[in-house]
């Protein structure tokens, strides 16, 4: 207005003409409003209140008012112990125990043969016996005693019987699942070993023996389906594990045993099986003896098979109170030392562990000897972790021998407390630590969207059994924030038991899902025990009460415990369900002492519900209820310690259910003032209780609703309600909105982009697979479908979605459109065939029809060893385009299955992809292959590594049926076409053959024709540098060893990314003079399409980084080194006087040079080890592939073929990105050879920095095996979950490795071809044949091998 009145710019009217446009009208200057924005809504007036009252009912009264705590008995076994007990307790405070080794190492070194497994009674049986160690003690007693014998000798105090296997279930395996042998077996057992401790304690009474029962873990897992296609399924029931090793205790200690020993758990669920059993088992007996646990971490991830971590196993498995706790099998001792000290951390019992003897060797065997594995055992008693020690696989009365001399050196670890807390557990231990001073940041919300009673959703999934649609559910709450998972499947309609199972089991196989605790929720206890029963973690058991009686009350709860879960007891008795703070209070009382008397209940786990029962009802005597609630929460945390309270926070506000912001906010309410009181958790909307946070709750809304919930007027309720009506039911709490009034601002813009949408639906149908629009795709193919103007799905096909595709063949064709815009009509296309497809089977079911309408078969596959596979993606979706049926049937293929696939699929074309070089060696594999096995098929070759030359050279010799290279997507479909078409292939197969023979010809012309130095000669050329002198003297790096930085964020890569092979993964490329990014832009042919995917691309980023959908993990390793010739050296410490701990081995440059240049190797670039100067070499791996196969997998589940490309692509760069930023972070600071370094990313990419980074496989140093000296040294895998296939590709694919030189005359070079002599030297200096070698190094021979 000012500006068109003091006449302040020439532009002053048409400014205010164009903002006035958009002003409503009838609104005025003070109460502006724009075009479509209601007016403001009159201050609501409620009706006074009544009877209003000031006083804080939720007050915490004076202290001195209060009764005092009751004193609790502490809770005692009513089962005697056995003698064992104590005397182990005591030893085990003393000293450490020693306990024995292999019993199966041991049994092979006699070479027994099939009839010492058979003897006179096993002589007819129908199975091979051998290998099933465990009836040795019937058939050759005598090996098993001798055995017992060496190890007591050696200083065993505790030895195992020969029992791993004597349940039921295992001896299936050779047919004597039979009840007879099974307990002959175990009591044979059990008095042979215990008749050699008694033997051995009569020698030497001060030293007593143990014969444990060993319990095997089966060979069965109750925690994963033995079904790829059915995760939920288990091939045996917890029933039936319970009933074998319900059996084999019963056998162990009819036999003798003075402790049973559960051991190599590999599977949580099992060990709680067999936990149950054995005290099962001790009540019915009358008496208990100790009880030994042992569980098996599978590697260096620290979990075991079924996915927990140890200190989660540990909280599944304490409620047995094992007299000791410890870990076994899988991993050597050094290997073990992280998992045993956190078990040593959270255990209060005593730790023992029996390590492999070492790792095994490449046979299987175990080469550490006895003295070496007690050296590396130290480590458990320097760190004072153990009380007792012994061996598994590998190990035998050597090791035994060594380890007893070690332990006699050092004292036990010394038993301890651990802090009082409710320890539950999924995958992932979760301690619950309340927040005395603030419960609501410690709150555990219970996730209520797995409760039929809680989900609507959830309820209609499993009714329809839809169970992949409840597991969504239950994964869409953890992401949301629910700690715990409540599960509930009580309803009229649904099987309660069966589902629960079903549920359960599948939740279980979903790590993201299990990883939290579950809650296993209903009225009725089978039901709620069917639920434990297949869950391996620590779960809370909801719930119990004394509605029932006292009998039943305890009878329950005793099951509950006997099972290991924590405990929801609700606040009703005999005379029912407790409404007011009195009756809460007493009713919990009489049940924690029950619980903790007479149960033994751990109080941690005790969980009172006191009943959240429904306020703002209109009957007053419901009007106190919360605030009865909040004071119950407070007295009976005081009156029962250690106690955790709990409840059904949507019960609260049941009432005011359809008005989102006052059902919502009386929850936050709630919460805020019961969490105060002492409340600990409860079943919730995770996600709204962690949006709608209290203090930011509308004020005006607040105030109504804490007058009902702390019941401060008489008609609270009426007030709410009048207030409620002027809302509107779909706002927030935090975002109240009244009634009319409009979310947003402006009234939309009328949407002008959809005037295709009014053409027929053909038209619609090419329009959208030409733009790549998949909106409307599957209604528009349903109208087809149902339109009649089709006869059939596949008139759909072959009309209007093959006219689609056609234009963009043609287009595609004609470089006038792109591979992103292909990708995504491709997902266009495939969305509407895949709603198409049940349609057209039923139809050819119904007719007998088996016949395919496709353009040809193609199979497609990246051979074994390699894990590459964006291009191959690719070409697939460029082929589906154009009717092919694409088989693709993954990466890392081996030969034989990739020639089962051809024949099953019955292929027309064949295609082989691969990115590293020993995927070259493979395809030639698959082609001799092919030929043995009589195929004519044409073979497509294509990847990064192939060329044209190498297929002529060496695959189109080995296979007569075709041989063709194809450099890229582009080219592969009209190859393909001409293949299928049976008048144009002999002639293009003929013409590829002649054009192969000439290539060949001229390759081997030129091997004659190239010269090459000698590898003496190559040496004598290099005149290294004085690396003593100011300029190439070494800079040592911050620190030696390694260093992993985990969980690096996107947002710090995404400045480092090279997007040049990014077009170029897409096949967009500028031409000069907008040759690569950025100017690729402004290419008049391909800039629009690549700016756009560049946005894309972007976008995605940014839901990469700000969803946190990849985790970026990088290793970084600096190690003292020197050149020893062609090698280096590297120490195991500050320098050579600390000893070679391995050898980097580089290839040096043979062929003939035109300058006077050096023939380099990367050992060049290291100072000599007779320098005396200490020189370091830097490694590193890096990958943004975390996460990446998930992500992809969301987006091919629904055919989406563009994105899954993209974030392949993308991952890629980032794994690129990230080596650059590392080796800047490198050279600046964790090395710091150039701390003033100042380059800008261009400069990175043009590498003008000091330093290289090669990588083995690559130009300078062509050999991928030299990765295995990595991956050994730092410990990839391990540290950050990078892995090397037996091809050496890197798992992620994603990922990045290499070398890093710092010194100033580094540089990087192309080894190229090397001679005989040089690979002969080479192999020699690997410890490999020369034959491997050649295998390795193909590409880089200057000589032909057959």
Known sequence: IEDVLLNRREDATERMLDFAATLDPKSGPCELRRLGQEPAAPKFEADPRQNYSKENKIAPPDPKTLPPVPTYKKWVDPLPKSDAFAVIDKIMSERVMIIDGAMGTSVQAYKLKEEDFRAERYKDHENDLKGNNDILVLTRPDVIKEIHSAYLAAGADIIETNTFNATMISQADYALDRKQDVWDINVAAAKLAKECCVEFTKKDPSKPRFAAGAIGPTNRTLSVSPSVENPAFRACTFDEIVEAYYEQTEALIEGGVDVLLVETIFDTLNAKAALFAVNKYFANWGK??????????????????????????????????????????????????????????????????????????????????????AKDCETFFEKNLLNAIGGCCGTTAEHIASLAELGARYKPRQRHDVPEQMRLSGLLPFNYDPNEKDMRKSFINLGERCNVAGSSIFKKAIVDGNFEKALAIALKQVENGAHVIDINMDDGLIDGKSAMTKFVNLLVSEPDASKVPFMIDSSKFDVVEAGLKCSQGKCIMNSISLKAGQDQFLKDAALVKAHGAAVVVMAFDEEGQAATEAEKVRICCRAFKLLVEEVGFNPQDIIFDPNILTIGTGMEEHNNYAVDFINATREIKRLCPGCKISGGVSNLAFSFRGNEPVRRGFHSAFLYHACKAGMDMGIVNAAQVEEDVYENIDKELLEYIEDVLLNRCSNATERMLQFAATLDPKSGPCNLRRKGQAAGGAAKKKDNGKAWRNEKVGKRLEYALVHGIDEFCIADTEECRTSGSFASCLEIIEGPLMDGMNVVGDLFGAGKMFLPQVIKSARVMKKSVGHLLPFMQAAKDAAGDTSSSSAGTFLIATVKGDVHDIGKNIVAVVLGCNNFKVIDIGVMCPCQTILDAVKENNADILGLSGLITPSLDEMVTVGKEMEKAGLKIPLLIGGATTSKMHTAVKMAPVYSGGVVHVLDASRAVPVAQTLMDMTKRPEFLDDIKETYEEMREEFFAGLEDRKYLSLAKARESVTLPDFSSAEHKPVKPKFLGTKALKDVPIADVIPYIDWNPFFQVWQLRGRYPNRGYPKIFNDENVGMEAKKLFDEANAMLDQMKNQKQLTLNGLLAFYACNAVGDDIEVYNGEDAASGKRCSFHTIRQQAEKDTEEPYMALSDFIAPKDSNVTDYLGMFVCTAGLGLDKLTQSFKKNNDDYSYIMAEALADRLAEAFAELLHAQVRKDHWGYAPDESLNADDLLKVKYQGIRPAPGYPSQPDHTEKATMWDLMKCKEEIGVELTESF?????????????????????????????????????????????????GQNLAYHVE
């Open 1289 to 1337: 590709a890197m798992l992620p694919a994603a990922s990045v490795s290499g070398l890093y030189f710092g010194g100033k005359s580094a540089e990087y070079f192309n080894v190229g071809k090397i001679e005989k002599d040089q690979v002969e030297e080479y192999a020699s200096r690997k410890g490999m044949d020369v034959a491997t070698v050649e295998k390795w190094l």
């Open 288 to 373: 208990k003896i100790p009880v030994f646990v042992s569980g098996t971490i599978v590697d260096n991830s620290g979990r075991t098979l079924s996915g927990q971590t140890n200190e989660a196993f540990w909280n599944s498995v304490s409620h047995a109170k094992p007299i000791a706790i410890g870990l076994n099998c899988a991993l050597g001792a050094q290997d073990m030392v992280p998992y045993i000290d956190n078990l040593s951390k959270c255990a209060d019992c005593w730790v023992f562990a029996y390590p492999n003897a070492g790792l095994p060797n490449a046979m299987g065997g175990y080469d550490q000897k006895g003295p070496e594995m």
